[in-house]
Every structure is written in C-alpha cells, then in structure tokens.
C-alpha cells in the first residue's frame, strides 16, 4: 500500500471518524507551506508541503505527515515537527496508517495515542483556559476575498500572534517582517502636515497601527510617540522590517520585543522572496563637476567647486561616522534626527550612502 492509498483508505477515514470536516467550524486541509526558493530561468526548489493540517474555529491546532504503511510510524517525525513549528501548532502528528505519533510541541511530551483526537479535545489541548476574547476573535473568519486570496501561513502567525495577545490583555506590539512579505494589510494616510488628532476622543480607535514604525524613532521627542500617548486607551500595534540596531533601540523599548519574526532569510529560502547578489563597484557621481553644457533645473551652481565626500565628512564629529553607516538605508531625514542638523548633512549623507556598501574603512 503506498502513501496515496494508505491516506485515502486508512488515515481519511480515521479523520472523519474524530469528526473532522463533520464537526461545525472543523477542516482538514493540505497546505502549501513555502513554494520553494527562487532558482532563476523559472526554477524554484521543491515547495514544502504539510500533508494535513487539522483547523478549527480558524485556529490551525496540528501538523500531520503520512507515511505508507508499510513504513515505521516515526519515519515523518522530523517533517511533522518542522512543520508545527512553522505554522505554530502545538501539536505535531505522524502516522504510517496503523500507529500515530503525538508530540506536543510546547511541553516536548512525545507518545503514541489511539486515534486521533476530535476537534473540541483538541482546542482544550490547545488552549486549556476559557478566554472570552479568543472565543470572540475565533468566530470571525479570515479574510479571503471570496475565496480567491488567502494569507501565506507566516502572515497566518502574526495575525494569530498579535489577537493572542490582545485576548492576554497586552496593550503595546511588535512585528518585524522583512520588507516585500506583506505585512501591511491597511494603512490609512492622514493628513500629515496637521496634528488634528485632538480632534478626536482618546478612546476612540480600538487599535491604533504604526507602519514602519522605526521611522522618526519612539524617542518622547517624536511626533507619533505624542500620537500614541494620547492614543494609550487604544491597542497599539509596530509594524517594522527593521531588525532592532542602535539607532532604533527606542521603538523595541517603546513595542517590546516582537510578537513574531519572519527575517529576510527565511523569506528568500522560502520562496516569497528573491535572491539577491551584492555587486561592488566604483561609481564617479561624487566626482561631479559643473560644465556648461549641463542643463540646471534649479538653485546655484559653484562653477569651481568639485563634490566630493570627502569635504563633507571631513566636517562630521568622527565619534559620529559609525552611526552614519549605520544609517545606510535609511532617509536624511532619519540622519539629520540622529546626527543633528550639520549643515551639510544633506548632501554629505547623499554622496556618502554610495560607498557604505563596500567593505572600505573611512577613516
């Protein structure tokens, strides 16, 4: 019997058996973890399959991997465990048809059981303390625009990482994503120039989001800092790409520690992400000089002066170079908020980011 037929003529059955798929709010499902790592000309690796996911009330509780029968019950133990660990259940499930393996993934128990527990064992498992909140938060469906999207399982996890911690009752929250992976789901742009949030009560939004909340920092000088202060009665949730730096420490002291990670790494070696190759090379741009048949768009031109960075690092404080290359993607702006306003920060800044991707030391 090989794997198709053990699962369609002993572990299908089984399933239902424990009221999966016939239980209200109950699915099985296969998911498609990650779709493999980009290769090029069109090529990805082999994608990471979890052969059954056990989901109730919209909470994903087990990861279960099949074996043919005639294979030892533990031979998907790793893959079963690899994927709990990804899609965070608590429970990792193998089987070759006959004999199922259990692991609890919070309490490391491991045994073999039975058969396989119904949906409501399994959330008591699962959750074995009454929250109104979660019950509330498990009534509610993911959005999934009628069936035609829905979130990668990564996406899946700070969802469920950031309604977990509000029904514990946390206040502030942090999620670092790398950038391209889809963390911002809404965003709603104000009127920047303006700081009419007087205008509104303190207790009037349920949860406030700050989207690349690393920017301007959450020092108490900050103007979103001012927001969220008055804002306090609200939830509020950081959304960064950001992994935490100096520069940054304020906004991890301000959030927390993030509620869950998903880094550039895995992102690439995954497949949502694509590689990438770091090309050294020595541009002229800060070698600019004007000629007249240049066309000026606006402002003055020094007809004699040649740019060089140079001139404009030699005037920075040298205890202050380190922080600058640490500002390498960031905005002038965020410089200017570090460094102070130099007077000619901007244009230092400008013709200093090309070089701080090369491994030469400034000295």
């Known amino acids: 019997m090989n794997e198709a037929e053990t699962r369609a003529e002993l572990i299908d059955p089984a399933l239902k058996a424990a009221g999966w798929g016939d239980v209200p709010k109950s699915r099985v499902r296969r998911e498609v973890i990650a779709p493999g790592r980009l290769l090029g000309s069109r090529q990805r690796e082999k994608p990471t399959k979890c052969d059954y996911v056990l989901v109730y009330r919209n909470h994903k509780l087990a990861?279960?991997?099949?074996?043919?029968?005639?294979?030892?019950?533990?031979?998907?133990?790793?893959?079963?465990?690899?994927?709990?660990?990804?899609?965070?259940?608590?429970?990792?499930?193998?089987?070759?048809?006959?004999?199922?393996?259990?692991?609890?993934?919070?309490?490391?128990?491991?045994?073999?059981?039975?058969?396989?527990?119904?949906?409501?064992?399994?959330?008591?498992?699962?959750?074995?303390?009454?929250?109104?909140?979660?019950?509330?938060?498990?009534?509610?469906?993911?959005?999934?625009?009628?069936?035609?999207?829905?979130?990668?399982?990564?996406?899946?996890?700070?969802?469920?990482?950031?309604?977990?911690a509000i029904s514990q009752g946390k206040k502030r929250m942090l999620l670092t994503m790398a950038t391209g992976t889809g963390k911002t789901f809404m965003t709603k742009k104000g009127d920047e120039s303006t700081a009419n949030f007087y205008d509104y009560p303190p207790d009037f939004f349920d949860i406030v989001i700050v989207d690349e909340c690393h920017r301007g920092g959450a020092n108490d000088e900050s103007t979103w800092r001012k927001i969220l202060e008055y804002f306090a009665p609200a939830v509020q949730l950081g959304l960064t790409a950001t992994p935490k730096r100096d520069v940054n420490g304020d906004t991890y002291k301000y959030f927390g520690e993030p509620l869950y990670t998903y880094s550039l790494?895995?992102?690439?070696?995954?497949?949502?992400?694509?590689?990438?190759?770091?090309?050294?090379?020595?541009?002229?741009?800060?070698?600019?000089?004007?000629?007249?048949?240049?066309?000026?768009?606006?402002?003055?031109?020094?007809?004699?002066?040649?740019?060089?960075?140079?001139?404009?690092?030699?005037?920075?404080?040298?205890?202050?170079?380190?922080?600058?290359?640490?500002?390498?993607?960031?905005?002038?702006?965020?410089?200017?908020?570090?460094?102070?306003?130099?007077?000619?920060?901007?244009?230092?800044?400008?013709?200093?980011?090309?070089h701080l991707y090369s491994d030469k030391v400034v000295s």
């Not at 030892?72 to 465990?81: D, F, I, R, S």
């Not at 007249?292 to 004699?304: A, N, R, V």
């Open 63 to 164: 990861a279960l991997e099949a074996k043919k029968r005639d294979a030892y019950p533990t031979e998907g133990l790793g893959q079963a465990k690899d994927y709990a660990e990804r899609l965070k259940t608590r429970f990792a499930l193998c089987t070759n048809g006959d004999k199922i393996y259990q692991v609890d993934m919070l309490t490391g128990n491991e045994e073999y059981i039975d058969r396989y527990p119904t949906p409501d064992e399994l959330w008591a498992a699962t959750y074995p303390s009454q929250n109104d909140w979660r019950d509330r938060f498990a009534a509610i469906p993911f959005e999934d625009k009628g069936g035609t999207w829905e979130a990668r399982y990564y996406q899946h996890n700070a969802i469920e990482a950031v309604l977990e």
């Open 265 to 354: 790494k895995e992102g690439i070696n995954e497949g949502y992400l694509t590689p990438f190759k770091v090309i050294e090379f020595t541009t002229t741009l800060d070698e600019y000089q004007y000629d007249p048949d240049d066309d000026l768009l606006e402002g003055d031109i020094d007809k004699e002066r040649e740019l060089d960075i140079q001139e404009g690092v030699g005037e920075l404080d040298r205890q202050k170079l380190p922080q600058l290359l640490s500002l390498k993607y960031h905005t002038t702006n965020d410089a200017i908020a570090i460094l102070g306003n130099i007077q000619t920060i901007n244009e230092i800044f400008t013709n200093f980011q090309p």
